[in-house]
């Protein structure tokens, strides 16, 4: 019998692998071409035609009375080929060049990979580069990973510390309202995940980091505030509200203005003060360890949004009605809960003398001007005029979020 | 003019079946066949009603094949094979037993005990009991019926059997070529557990039986059915659901041994009346 390729599968059969070495030759063949399969294993003449039955193979059988090893004639088909006509490639494999819109066929399918065609139309809404994509992603994204912290190792919980009795109910207040903010900004970000064209991996990578980053920062502030006690402080209903509306912000942009470049930018500032006026090491070393992180969710923020409103001259009014609609949500609420507020003021001061309040609450009102001053420059970056960021920067929430 | 027709059965032997014809239904209707088929419980009611004129074609297993053929000709008309599957074609069955087995040669199963798959099932009783005893081999068997009714399409007492092998229960087991490897592929037979001590003739499967091939429906079905492309992305997962990369023309020259069997065994009268004793689909 002819043949164009012959294979001696030894005595390995297709309970072990043996399809591969059938495969493997008739790969190298058009459809009718021949492999000649000789072999041992006792079930070879009926494994290998089972085989390549369900696989769209001939067989064709040698002579009886032929004494070989030959086993059969395998005669490639066209399933093989068949089953990739019309395959193409999702797009590069590389963030160059991505696709402006990569089509919804694509899905799941691995950037870069060849597609059978057919499959189901997966529904990413966010699917516009311009509106998702910046170029920075892949590096944060790297960064991000190379960054996380153990929060078992990281602090020093256990630090012999001990505060008046005071002083650590400031520091559980302040604990419990980054619990909170520190939920919504993780919620924020996981809304938006599932609904990223997969083509923009980086991006779902960085904002799957930016959830796990929150997780750990929920784990670690909620950890100080049960160390030295078994309750937490108050959570308000205005500083519930202020976070409600960033929450149920479905526009992806909208979402990332409020909460990264507004709200995390915010929130970098109090962090740092926290950092400054921290009265023990663990609490330090948290709020410091959440600064890092929250630092890279506000550059992502703000490079996407740069990016749009080079390509979207519509995207400023867009921003700038989001945060007018925030602030009527929230004109009849009372902003940032006043334990919070105090608490803040308490740890600044470092002591009971009305000396000491009179420069904690001046490092607070510090703070405050530093917030605003931040959110001015962000905004002035995103293309607004100085006088209208700062018109718009005193509109932000007062919860800092 | 109204659209050519076909009315199409099927045996629900897993809701797969679902799936697939209501793929195949789009598909065949998107190309100008009045299509739709009929779910059946059984092949026995489904070829009653093939003969009987109630539908234009039934998707029959060799069984149900060897039945309408027989009924149609007792009452005067005939049926045919308009298509089958390309992995329809030249099967074969095997007898199984523990590689330490004391059986070497089909000889050796005399007055043993031979697990078999359903009473209906060609593949995993019919046939190599059939060759068994053709090769006058007298052994006791033991049926594990399940999906009594469905032809051996469900392939719970093939793998029931096949257990019962690995068990030690019984000192053989009957199943279709492509289950051994399977079964040794998924773990329901130890790697290198067992030998293959006999096997059967080539035999075909299953087909696309009708009563009418020169109907204008019955044409266009077929033409249609031939002309499913395993490069069509809409019909291959179908394919692959139905396992098969292409229909190929039906052809009745692959169904003696069973043939054979059925009437050895008294499965079927020459009729087509059902004479087996205890077979209640």
Redesign the interface.
């Known amino acids: 019998m002819t043949a164009d390729v012959e294979i001696d599968l030894g005595g390995l059969g297709f309970d072990r692998g043996a399809h591969l070495l059938v495969q493997r030759a008739l790969a190298g063949l058009p459809p009718g071409g021949r492999v000649a399969v000789s072999g041992t294993d006792a079930a070879l003449g009926v494994h290998l035609p089972a085989w390549c039955r369900s696989r769209g193979h001939r067989v064709e059988w040698p002579d009886p009375a032929h004494r070989s090893r030959l086993v059969a004639v395998v005669v490639r088909g066209t399933a093989d080929d068949d089953r990739w006509f019309g395959a193409e490639r999702a797009g590069p494999p590389l963030p160059a060049a991505l696709h402006s819109r990569p089509p919804p066929r694509w899905g799941l399918g691995a950037r870069g990979a060849l597609l059978e065609a057919g499959g189901p139309e997966a529904r990413f809404d966010l699917d516009d580069r311009d509106l998702v994509w910046a170029d920075i992603a892949p590096t944060l994204y790297a960064q991000a990973a190379a960054r996380q912290w153990d929060p078992q190792t990281a602090v020093p919980w256990d630090d012999t510390f001990a505060l008046p009795a005071d002083v650590e109910a400031a520091v559980v207040q302040v604990m419990t309202y980054l619990v909170e903010n520190e939920q919504a900004a993780l919620v924020v970000p996981a809304r938006f995940i599932g609904r990223i064209h997969p083509h923009f991996r980086e991006v779902v990578q960085l904002l799957a980091v930016q959830v796990a980053d929150e997780a750990r920062h929920m784990e670690v502030f909620s950890r100080r505030a049960l160390l030295r006690g078994a309750e937490l402080g108050t959570s308000s209903a205005g500083g519930r509200q202020s976070l409600f509306t960033l929450v149920a912000e479905s526009d992806f942009a909208l979402a990332s203005f409020l909460l990264s470049v507004l709200g995390e930018g915010s929130f970098v500032d109090l962090l740092g003060f926290l950092v400054r006026h921290a009265p023990d090491p663990v609490t330090r070393r948290i709020c410091w360890l959440a600064m890092q992180d929250e630092r890279r969710h506000v550059v992502f923020g703000m490079a996407h949004l740069e990016h749009q409103a080079t390509v979207d001259p519509l995207l400023r009014d867009r921003l700038r009605a989001a945060i007018h609609r925030r602030h009527d949500a929230l004109a009849d609420t009372a902003g940032l809960n006043a334990d919070v507020f105090d608490a803040l003021v308490v740890l600044a001061a470092g002591g009971w003398n009305p000396d000491d309040v009179a420069a904690g609450f001046a490092h607070v009102r510090a703070l405050q001007q530093a917030m605003d001053q931040g959110r001015q420059r962000r905004l002035v970056r995103l293309g607004f005029r100085p006088d209208e960021a700062a018109a718009l920067s005193a509109l932000h929430t007062r919860n800092f979020m | 003019m109204p659209a050519p027709s076909v009315l199409m059965g099927a045996v629900a032997y897993d809701p797969k079946v679902v799936t697939i014809w209501e793929g195949f239904r789009a598909w065949l209707r998107g190309r100008g066949l009045d299509f739709d088929f009929v779910l059946y419980s059984h092949y026995e009611r489904q070829v009653d009603d093939l003969v009987a004129g109630r539908i234009d074609a039934a998707w029959n297993s060799p069984l149900a094949w060897l039945r309408a053929d027989r009924l149609a000709t007792a009452g005067g008309g005939a049926v045919h094979a308009l298509t089958m599957r ?2 329809d ?4 069955s ?1 007898v199984v037993v523990r590689a330490d087995s004391p059986v070497h040669r089909v000889e050796d199963l005399a007055g043993r005990l031979v697990g078999t798959g359903a009473v209906d099932s060609p593949q995993a009783t019919l046939i190599p009991l059939g060759h068994l005893a053709a090769a006058g081999v007298q052994v006791d068997v033991r049926r594990f019926d399940v999906g009594v009714g469905l032809h051996g399409d469900h392939i719970g007492g093939e793998r029931d059997a096949a257990r019962a092998l690995a068990a030690g229960e019984v000192d053989a087991a009957c199943m279709i ?2 289950n ?2 399977l079964f ?2 998924e773990g329901t037979l130890p ?2 557990g067992t ?2 001590v006999a ?1 059967t003739g080539r035999y075909d499967h299953c087909n696309m039986t009708v009563r009418e091939p020169a109907s204008d429906g019955v044409r266009l079905f077929g033409d249609l059915l031939r002309g499913m ?3 069509d ?2 019909v ?2 179908l394919l692959d659901l139905e ?1 098969l ?2 229909w190929q023309d039906g052809r009745t020259t692959g169904y003696a041994a069973l043939a054979e069997a059925v009437d050895a065994s008294g499965f079927y009268a020459p009729d087509g009346r059902v004479t087996a004793p205890d077979y209640r689909p």
């Not at chain 2, 074609?89 to 074969?92: A, E, G, M, Q, S």
């Open positions: 390309d992995t074609r030249d099967l074969t095997v070529d492509a051994h490897l040794v592929q790697p290198e030998r293959i096997q492309s395993y490069a992305p809409q291959r997962p396992g990369t292409a």
